[in-house]
């Protein structure tokens, strides 16, 4: 297995590549229309996860978000996951193949985020009401119908992103529904949850997880699949996004809000896209699973025209001598060396399916591949095929292995390798997936990447992984306590939130003024003062949030007394800019009289005549002293002398002009 | 007996099913006054209120609807749900040794009880092979369920039939015996177990788990395997408590059943030796002694199984300021023995004095231990001890309070004689007595000191 030019041409798996692309009828998404995914039947729903702004973590003591490097860690503990009974006593797919993976769990803990609660040596606290209050606030935000009481459930997760092995989750609301511009959206269901670990490194059977944002209370939305095309998924993702956050009542940044995204194509199966970090790359994502579905459905078609009865077909395998090829691919050199395994596998049939479509620059053993990573632990790159665009494989080594598994001329044959514990798990692996091939689109969770692919994660998990969690009492949800949570519900959140961005106030400050509820002191001062509800909005989000940070409240301060300023200047013909200044000192002595203000902050009222009359004099002092005589400089120099005294008198965009003009004269 | 249709629901909801005619594992479609709800009405837990229908809901989800906002219900469907552990028949593998294992209630093999929503346990081989197929590479298994009773509930006539049982398997020839058994007071059982099965030629291993099997991360899996390595391959002929080393999936901890004790509420390493170090660590690939003076696996079936106990025997756990009439009530109360939980090296205050005396001159039979688990009593040391020594109170040097109270008990149970009692109490039979306390023995370090925490990052806890 040596790197060599392609003598002879029997196959050639890159034309096969592209007349299987055109078979599926794949065109990048720019050039789809709707027609495009009515044709293979896009459909698309959500889940999107957003955590919510708390102090402490959902079911323990241990503070929220606050977050550490991989590296720095004051405890490691080990667990291993075995699958349980549902409830309904049966075992979870999901579960069965990760024990099947035999990972290793290693979770790195820092002393300040995590206790002997996430680590499962503890039970859990009473749940965080500050949490289950907020949650039950965006329930109502959703229109869902609120349960009378909350059961918190035990959802299993063997890929141990919980010490626990389960995530305690709750619903909250079901049925709900949110209005996109041409349709309405139902929502299935709401639900409060603990988030899980960060992974580290996944590495072989080992794989580390730290615990800071283990716990972190987090809610997710989930809709029905009522979205036909990408964008509406975008556009739905963005309105719940949206809808959240104009509470002010959860957490914005790196990770604060993630999607799951379900996709499905006509006589496809519900695969889930998990973790998806940005909104802007679902389109991409939803566009290329529905092509990879519709793919293999392409590929399920051809198979089950050549296997009448499917269900018979078999692959053979041979275990190989190192020894029997000359061995340049390094991979393999490795392997050799480390006392790995070399295992042949016939695969009847599959000619033409190995590079056969499924993603842009993937092919069907890419779907092998993936799974022999996650399922039996074996680090890419895991296997060679005989349709690689460049081929490893040559016709000498064939020659040897053809024979030996009693290949047939319309076989394709792989080559896999690793430690010998795992040679079984893989074998099956293969198998598995390739009879997969014959019913279609596997049940599967994939991890997505920035370009619009994705790779295999996990099979999908069934309700069959809940379970009620028998160390929490349900928690009733009386009638006066959703009234008392609706009094204080802002009525037209999402409304606001687009004003806002209409404005073009900028993103930072909203939930500051979401959070103090500024909105209608924006839009009431604007409007009646005819103030730039950009500039206010910008000036009450940036400037008053520095302000209460820095300074101490003064008594009697409120949010009134902006107005009574801004009304000030502007009836002054002061330039507005002052109120950057004089909030602060109003701030911390709200009494002060507005003149006294101005006094404090060293201003005096100027005419503009009396500052532009200084250009001259100004002028002529930097020919004395300047270095380099440029008009740029010149300008600079004058506007640093004569800004502070134009600061409230007049703007310094129209003193520039003025000096700009006075000098060139 | 008619089928409970109704499990666990009782008043308001209780009559609102029974008029709109919805059974448990029925499905529901529920109108609201907060909407419309559906799914399968589940059993509710009997220590919840009467004020809520739990629902499983299509996506897995359990939920409870208010009766109060309930305006409509109907049934639609019935599904009652056939919850168990897969039972396979357990394999037979020539040339492995035989275990028998006795159930005796607790949680390491279970499932979920709807009417206290807590987890109840399963037991047979299969049922067993099914949860934890390795135990079939490890050993031949037959298991007996002598009881099913919560740890708490454990007591001297379960710790009797217990030993009478073992050594009729002993006498059969068997490799091995493990015993599944709640935490809460494994230590006790394991202590009586020693005074009542003495020189066993094999190892009698009780194991526990402190996270039920229900969960993916429990501890039950491991503790059983570690449990059976030992009982099977081991060479310790002792009773022994099998738990976790560490709270990582690593290695378990062989412990002398008379000097082990829980030591934590929630965490799986919670057992520890206490006053020594652990008799050995256990994988599956087998038992590393720690300690060389264990009494090893013999051919013979030389064992003397000692069935005593006398229940009227208590624990004072002495504090300041307790009153004389604690005493006089226990004797009053007829007891024969008290074992008294002392402070510092086994002392009580003077106002007891009198009601020592008394005690004394009705026969009571007193030990001292002390409440720091970790030491010895000194009571030459202070005039207090010396006293105390005078009005009949006998020092039982490093003996654990609760095994002390598993010896007396057994010790009554056989005689009531002063000389004898106080000859047996003092006597070691396996080390609840130690001559010498390793320096290693008490080890209880402080987070937060920079050797400890480099010590913690750096070896699993």
């Known amino acids: 297995m040596y790197n060599y030019q392609k003598m002879e041409n029997h196959f050639d798996p890159r034309a096969n590549y592209e007349k299987t692309k055109k078979e599926v009828s794949y065109v990048p998404r720019k050039e789809a229309t709707q027609k495009t995914y009515d044709d293979i039947g896009f459909m698309s729903g959500l889940e999107v996860h957003q955590q919510l702004l708390t102090d402490k973590k959902l079911f323990c003591n241990c503070p929220a978000g606050r977050f550490h490097d991989s590296d720095d860690y004051d405890a490691e503990v080990i667990r291993h996951m075995r699958p349980t009974l549902s409830e309904l006593g049966e075992y979870d797919g999901t579960a069965l193949m990760e024990f099947k993976t035999r990972k290793e769990i290693v979770y790195r803990l820092k002393h300040q985020t995590t206790c002997t609660y996430e680590v499962d040596d503890t039970p859990p606290f009473p749940i965080n009401r500050q949490a289950l209050d907020i949650a039950i606030e965006i329930s109502l935000l959703s229109k869902l119908n609120i349960v009378g009481e909350v059961h918190i459930t035990r959802k299993q997760y063997l890929d141990g992103s919980i010490p626990t092995g389960f995530q305690r989750t709750a619903i909250i609301g079901v049925e709900g529904e949110i209005p996109l511009k041409n349709k309405n959206v139902r929502l299935i269901q709401l639900s409060i949850e603990e988030d899980s670990c960060r992974e580290i490194s996944d590495i072989g059977h080992t794989r580390v997880y730290k615990t800071d944002r283990l716990g972190m209370p987090l809610i997710e939305t989930v809709t029905y699949p009522d979205m036909v095309n990408p964008d509406e998924v975008m556009e739905a993702c963005n309105y719940i996004r949206f809808l959240n956050r104009s509470t ?17 194509c006509k006589g496809g199966t519900r695969v889930e896209i998990k973790g998806v970090a940005h909104t802007k790359w679902i389109p991409e994502l939803t566009h290329n699973e529905c092509f990879r579905q519709w793919a293999l459905l392409k590929i399920r078609e051809k198979l089950q025209s050549k296997f009448a009865d499917y269900k018979a077909w078999e692959m053979s395998h041979g275990f190989l001598d190192f020894d029997m090829f000359e061995i340049t691919y390094e991979p393999l050199k490795v392997a050799k060396d480390s006392g790995e395994k070399l295992v042949a596998v016939n695969l009847p049939g599959f000619k033409g399916i190995m590079s056969h479509f499924t993603q842009p620059g993937k092919m069907f053993a890419d779907e092998i591949s993936d799974r022999l990573k996650v399922v039996a632990c074996l680090e890419k790159p895991n296997l060679l095929h005989t349709e690689q665009f460049e081929p490893i494989i040559t016709d000498l080594d064939l020659d040897i292995i053809a024979p030996m598994l009693n290949a047939g001329p319309d076989d394709a044959q792989l080559i896999v390798w690793g430690p010998e514990e795992d040679m079984k798990t893989a074998l099956e692996t293969i198998e598995e997936r390739c009879k997969m091939a014959f019913e279609g689109v596997p049940e599967e969770t994939r991890k997505s990447f920035e370009n619009g692919t994705t790779i295999f994660e996990r099979v999908l998990p069934g309700a069959d992984r809940m379970y009620p969690d028998t160390d929490s009492a349900p928690i009733p949800l009386t009638n006066e306590v959703i009234d008392e949570l609706s009094k204080g519900l802002p009525t037209d959140v999402v409304a606001r939130y687009n004003q806002l961005k209409e404005w073009g106030v900028a993103e930072s400050t909203y939930n500051y003024i979401f959070k103090r509820n500024l909105f209608p002191i924006i839009d009431t001062i604007s409007k009646k003062h005819k103030i730039s509800p950009k500039w206010l909005g910008n000036f009450i989000g940036h400037r008053m949030k520095w302000v209460e940070g820095h300074f101490e409240k003064g008594e009697g301060f409120n949010y009134e007394i902006i107005e009574d300023l801004l009304v000030f200047l502007k009836k002054k013909n002061y330039n507005l800019k002052l109120a950057y200044k004089m909030l602060p000192v109003l701030y911390h002595y709200p009494k002060m009289e507005l003149e006294s203000v101005l006094t404090s902050i060293k201003f005096k ?17 930097f020919s004395s002293i300047c270095y380099s005589d440029s008009t740029e400089n010149r300008i600079d120099w004058i506007m640093g002398q004569l800004s502070r005294m134009a600061y409230g008198n007049m703007g310094l965009e129209n003193l520039y002009q003025v000096v700009k003009q006075k000098i060139s004269e | 007996m008619s089928e409970d249709f109704f499990q666990g629901y009782k008043g308001e909801a209780l009559d609102l099913l029974k008029k709109y005619q919805v ?34 809901i299509i996506t897995g989800y359990n939920i409870g609807i208010d009766t109060g906002t309930v305006t409509g219900m109907k049934e639609t469907g019935y599904k009652k749900a056939n919850y168990q552990i897969p039972e396979k028949e357990f394999p037979i593998t020539e040339g492995l040794p035989k275990i028998k294992l006795l159930g005796t209630g607790g949680t390491i093999a279970s499932r979920l009880d709807y009417r206290t929503g807590a987890v109840i346990p399963a037991f047979t081989p299969g049922e067993l092979y099914g949860a934890v197929p390795e135990l079939a590479d490890i050993c031949n298994l037959t298991t007996d369920k002598l009881f099913a009773v919560f740890s708490e509930n454990m007591g001297p006539e379960q710790y009797k039939k217990l030993a009478i049982s073992i050594g009729e398997e002993i006498e059969k020839g068997i490799d091995g015996i493990v015993i599944g058994h709640g935490t809460d007071t494994l230590s006790h059982t394991a202590a009586a177990l020693t005074f009542m099965i003495q020189n066993s030629p094999i190892p009698i291993v009780l194991v526990g788990s402190q996270r039920s099997s229900d969960r993916p991360s429990s501890d039950a899996a491991l503790n059983l395997m570690h449990a059976m390595t030992a009982a099977g391959h081991g060479d310790i002929a002792e009773v022994m408590v099998c738990m976790f080393g560490p709270t990582s999936d690593e290695y378990g901890f062989l412990h002398r059943g008379t000097r082990v004790r829980k030591m934590h509420s929630s965490y799986r390493s919670t057992f520890r030796t206490i006053g020594d170090i652990p008799l050995a660590t256990v994988t599956r690939k087998g038992v590393v002694p720690i300690k060389q003076d264990y009494k090893p696996r013999r051919k013979d079936k030389q064992v003397k199984i000692m069935p005593y106990f006398e229940e009227k025997v208590t624990i004072v756990y002495y504090y300041p300021n307790m009153q004389p009439d604690v005493i006089d009530a226990l004797v009053d109360a007829g007891y024969k023995g008290i074992i008294i939980a002392g402070t510092g090296l086994g002392h009580i205050n003077k106002p007891l004095y009198p009601a020592i005396e008394r005690a004394h001159a009705k026969g009571v039979h007193m030990f001292m231990t002390v409440q720091t688990l970790w030491g010895y009593t000194h009571m030459f040391v202070y005039d207090t001890g010396r006293d105390l020594m005078a009005k009949g109170i006998i020092p039982a040097a490093n003996m654990l309070p609760e095994t002390a109270y598993i010896k007396l008990g057994w ?28 320096y290693n023995g008490y080890l209880i370090y402080q987070g937060g000191v920079k050797e400890v925490d480099e010590f913690v990052r750096k070896v699993h806890k």
């Open chain 1, 248 to 264: 002010g009542k959860v957490r914005v940044g790196m990770g604060a809000g993630r999607e799951d995204v379900n996709v499905s």
């Open chain 1, 605 to 621: 009222e100027r005419q503009q005549d009396e500052i532009t009359e200084k250009i001259d004099f100004l002028s002529e002092k």
């Open chain 2, 23 to 56: 059974r448990v594992w029925g499905q529901a479609e529920i109108q609201t006054t907060r909407g419309d709800f559906k799914g399968t009405v589940l059993p509710r837990s009997e220590n919840d209120d009467d004020k809520h229908i739990v629902l499983k």
């Open chain 2, 411 to 438: 010790t009554l149970g056989q005689t009531n004689d002063p000389e004898e009692v106080k000859r047996i109490m003092l006597t070691p039979i396996n080390d609840e007595i130690t001559e010498r306390e390793p």
